[in-house]
């Protein structure tokens, strides 16, 4: 080991100050994005035992392996814990909190003691949705509609509380974000020459301050009826069942987007880096994201076109629904172009981006089939839905997640991963997928209705060739966790900018010094500046530096 | 039945069918040309311009006003004729035309049953007849339920406490599934009917015999037919094995434990009573969940029912 190389690994924020309970009591937004990923790669294994426990039941009409009851608490925490264990805190709160303040030249978040108090609420919210299970699991889905969690004796309760909790997590980390974009922007870098994943951190916090305060509301309102008896939306009280499904989507709407925007905000910054070219139509990449988070409050009706609203509200949020489709649309054309006379460099993040604007596309053209309002009457709960989301969901916004993870893994750990180890993965997460979940599109449509513990001889040959396509795609993340796990021990070194990148994040040490930068940064170039810079000699230039 | 129908949808079965089908394929036709000039110039960039060696600078314009007006602009237009069409389709879903037929339509766990006007009742089986325009008037016993058949592309929910109306009218002859679509607990994934569309006079003839038992039919036999056509299968097994409610083989005649730690002889009264009064004696073991049959059998098909689960106290 080189004298430099050394001093980098005693100054790595990995081990300054060292011990564990620096870890557990750290302010560095660095080590709390690392503690966030420890939680959500913790849940998504979870939730991805549900999920592979639910395609295994479902191989056959009979039962496989567990009874009805059994299946429908599973698909309900498979759902809870994907989406607020996982998918919501994965992209802003884990790879967020540890590239934010790196890529805009500051030291730390601008609340570093809410950030960490984020992450403790994280946990405790997270524990309390595990309790569930414990205490006899919940059976409604994780969209909890009355009057049915109302009435089913199961744990609702300490599974809405769970997710009420977590709610204030997402809306820390939201006031936190906003106000380290607004304050701490390295000297220099104006709001047109932030990272587009800035952008997007920043639309997404929008959204997470405003919408999740109404989700706490409706959860607290659920268990008061349920706990005290007071006819809110339960009939047989008084109440209005349709009424929850307003609060309910009026928040889990644009909660798709807090998951599907900073996953568009990592994609623009792996198609420019792999590409080295300036992001095609930055200004409207950074506006769409706005556009998105703004027309997100408007549109939750359309997951209620047959629940009995007005046919005029039904027409209103159909149309604003396909407006949604346009911002999202100019995004895919803007990184297409971005590619045209690049300088294409087909690393793992790269092929992450590209699987991501495949899938991300197909989510996206069947949710203008969803929006159309006559035709969603037909699909409506059927497994088109279930198969349009995840393509979004898992296509888009996993994908993205794991785009980003390779991408920032470097940075974050001073290792490389094996990129052919990487790639067979990926190959294998691809076809898994598909053959999974496009196989669901065409079950919908023919009309097998989702949350169906058995089904109707008329679809058994689609649903076993989904269960089969769920086993490529498990093999394929076991595969990620080994040579992932496998590099942070026995990993190449990772130089300071692996990929020749131009943005902040990469002008500091790989992994980072406790306060990030050894001199206070000053913006000297855009972020996408591949026409007039060369990242290799500005880095070369800087080693020298440090070296000195 | 026929079973035409293409990849994505099952055969059509009413008179919306063709247009809500239209609209799927014009979708689908526009998104794939658009997938597939994406995906084409993705591939077309990633060969052309493939990295090899040191990175190359590009002097590619990196915005085009005009490139970008044009393809916001194709895609408003299209989304704008799609939503016009779903609008328009969807409005004629909702206005029933004045001469429909009206069948009653009630939801509860986890069985549907349909009220004709004619005065006939069934469950799980709604029969209608062809090409006659059929009202639903739907309202449910419990929770949120969702009135679903996919040859007719029509769905909606079916609350607590208030109606809600839709409709079709059926093209052609042929049984079809009927599901329940919002998710309702334990036995969702049974709620299953059926939709019987036949002709205007087999629909008279079926009206005039009523649902009594067939010429030469016993009363274990009819039970038999009642026991799947009333929906008692939904949760009571006949092979022994314990479902939402205990099975149905052995237990006449038995001793049987009670949730309140008493124990009752299975007996014809305790059946008739375990009926039309469900509530009031529980098996150990099981959940109060079942609804009253009062009102949904005639005295003759609850005495058939206890005949046919007599039927199963020897095997």
């Given at each position: 080991m080189s004298t430099l190389e050394k001093a980098i690994a005693d100054t790595s924020y990995l081990n300054d100050p060292p011990g564990i309970k620096n870890w557990l009591f750290t302010l560095d937004h660095k080590r709390i994005g690392v503690l966030y990923l420890y939680g959500i790669m913790a849940s998504f294994l979870l939730g991805g035992i549900f999920a592979m426990l639910l395609r295994l039941e479902l191989?056959?009409?009979?039962?496989?392996?567990?009874?009805a009851d059994t299946y429908n608490q599973f698909f309900t925490l498979h759902g809870a814990v994907m989406i607020f264990?996982?998918?919501?805190?994965?992209?802003?709160?884990a790879l967020g909190n540890f590239v934010l303040p790196l890529m805009i030249g500051a030291?730390?978040?601008?609340f570093p003691r809410l950030n960490l108090a984020s992450w403790y609420i994280y946990v405790a919210g997270a524990l309390i949705c595990l309790y569930s299970i414990i205490a006899g699991?919940?059976?409604?889905?994780?969209?909890?509609?009355t009057p049915y969690s109302t009435e089913t004796?199961?744990?609702v309760i300490s599974l809405t509380f769970g997710a009420f909790v977590l709610g204030f997590s997402s809306i820390f980390t939201g006031i936190n974000f906003i106000a380290t974009i607004h304050?701490?922007?390295?000297?220099?870098?104006?709001w047109f020459k932030m990272p587009l994943m800035v952008w997007a951190l920043y639309a997404t916090s929008i959204i997470q301050v405003m919408a999740t305060p109404v989700l706490g509301i409706t959860l607290i309102l659920l268990i008061v009826e349920r706990t005290f008896?007071?006819?809110?939306?339960d009939p047989a009280m008084g109440g209005d069942p349709v009424l929850y499904q307003h609060f309910f989507w009026f928040y889990s709407h644009p909660a798709v987007y807090i998951m599907i925007l900073p996953a568009m905000g990592i994609i623009s910054e792996l198609i420019s880096t792999f590409s080295h070219k300036k992001i095609f139509g930055y200004k409207m990449i950074a506006f769409s994201s706005l556009g998105i988070a703004f027309v997100s409050f408007l549109v939750w009706g359309h997951h209620m076109?047959?629940?009995?609203?007005?046919e005029m509200a039904a027409m209103i949020f159909s149309f604003l629904t396909f407006f949604v489709g346009i911002p999202s649309g100019i995004k895919v054309f803007n990184w297409v172009a971005t590619m045209y006379k690049g300088s294409i460099d087909l690393k793992t993040p790269m092929l992450y981006a590209l699987s991501f604007l495949f899938l991300f596309c197909i989510g996206g053209f069947t949710g203008i089939v969803l929006g159309s309002l006559a035709v969603d009457v037909h699909l409506h709960d059927t497994y088109f839905i279930v198969a349009h989301f995840h393509y979004v969901m898992m296509g888009g916004t996993v994908m993205a997640f794991l785009g980003g993870l390779h991408y920032w893994w470097p940075k974050m750990w001073g290792r490389m991963y094996n990129e052919f180890w990487a790639k067979i993965s990926l190959a294998l997460i691809f076809v898994g997928f598909n053959a999974t979940f496009f196989t669901q599109f065409i079950m919908g449509s023919q009309g097998m209705p989702r949350r169906y513990y058995t089904y109707v001889d008329t679809y058994h040959r689609l649903h076993a060739f989904s269960s089969y396509g769920s086993w490529v795609l498990g093999l394929g993340f076991v595969v990620m966790a080994v040579y992932l796990i496998h590099s942070l021990f026995r990993g190449s070194k990772a130089p300071a900018n692996p990929w020749r990148?131009?943005?902040?994040?990469?002008?500091?040490?790989?992994?980072?010094i406790a306060h990030n930068f050894d001199r206070p940064m000053v913006l000297?170039?855009?972020?996408?500046d591949y026409d007039v810079i060369d990242p290799r000699k500005r880095l070369d230039d800087h080693r020298r530096e440090v070296a000195k | 039945m026929d079973t035409t129908g293409t990849l994505f949808l099952p055969p059509a079965g009413s008179t919306i069918a063709s247009e809500v089908d239209f609209q799927f394929y014009f979708i689908y036709a526009a998104s794939i040309f658009f997938f597939a000039v994406v995906t084409f110039a993705t591939l077309l960039f990633i060969v052309r311009y493939r990295r090899r060696g040191e990175p190359t600078r590009s002097d590619a314009p990196t915005h085009n006003t005009l490139l970008e007006i044009v393809w916001t602009a194709i895609p408003t237009v299209l989304i704008v004729i799609v939503f016009v069409m779903g609008f328009r389709t969807f409005l004629k879903m909702n206005v029933v035309p004045g001469d429909a037929m009206e069948v009653k339509v009630t939801a509860q766990k986890w069985f549907w049953s349909f009220d004709y006007p004619e005065g006939a009742s069934t469950v799980n089986e709604l029969v209608v007849p062809v090409n006659t325009p059929v009202k639903l008037l739907m309202s449910s016993q419990d929770v949120i339920h969702s009135f679903f058949v996919p040859n007719f592309r029509v769905k909606m929910d079916v609350l607590p406490n208030r109606y809600s109306i839709t409709w079709f009218e059926a093209t052609r002859r042929g049984e079809f599934d009927l599901f329940c679509t919002e998710y309702c607990g334990k036995g969702h994934a049974e709620m299953i009917g059926k939709v019987r569309v036949v002709s205007e006079s087999e629909y008279g003839q079926w009206l005039e015999a009523g649902?009594?038992?067939?010429?030469?039919?016993?009363l274990v036999d009819y039970g038999r037919r009642l026991y799947v056509s009333k929906a008692c299968n939904t949760c009571h097994s006949v092979d022994g094995s314990a479902n939402v409610g205990p099975s149905?083989?052995?237990?006449?005649?038995n001793s049987q434990a009670m949730a309140d730690g008493s124990f009752i002889m299975v007996d014809e009264n305790y059946l008739r009573e375990s009926i039309?009064?469900?509530?009031?004696k529980i098996v150990a073991?099981?959940?109060?969940?079942m609804p009253t049959y009062q009102g949904l059998l005639k005295d003759r098909e609850v005495d058939a029912l206890i005949e046919f689960i007599k039927s199963l106290k020897e095997e």
């Open positions: 191989l056959s009409p009979e039962r496989v392996l567990m009874d264990l996982f998918i919501i805190p994965s992209i802003p709160a030291k730390d978040v601008a699991g919940a059976d409604t889905g994780w969209t909890f509609y004796g199961t744990a304050k701490l922007r390295a000297p220099g870098m104006t008896g007071i006819g809110i939306f076109f047959v629940s009995g609203q007005s990148s131009l943005t902040m994040e990469w002008e500091t040490t790989s992994p980072p000297e170039h855009g972020p996408y | 649902s009594g038992p067939a010429e030469g039919e016993g149905f083989k052995q237990r006449f005649g039309l009064n469900p509530q009031a073991g099981f959940d109060p969940v």
